[in-house]
């Protein structure tokens, strides 16, 4: 069984996914609200507090791991261009 921590991280990063993906308008303002109710009806025990520090800390972890993926994507591309004789990009 997930915790509430572990619940509000999936459900944050799949409506920051869906919402970016779908090109909702005003998706933060949408995704802010989500939260807000994610929390009083999937993670009760998190105060709102918990919840700002939470989705702080995974912005500063995907802010961190962007150069991460890129790394990996790049190494991933640059192998399969070697592998097939051609630019994937």
Known sequence: ML????KMVLHFCCSMTIAKITGLPNHKEVV?????DIR???C???????VIKLLDEVNE?????????KYLID???????KQFGEDLR
């Open 3 to 6: 915790s509430d921590r572990e």
């Open 40 to 42: 009083k009806n999937r």
């Open 75 to 81: 190494e991933t591309v640059g192998h399969n261009e």
């Open 61 to 69: 972890e995907m802010s961190g791991g962007r150069n991460m993926f």
């Open 32 to 36: 802010e609200k989500m939260v807000q």
């Open 44 to 50: 009760r025990s998190l105060s709102e507090d918990d």
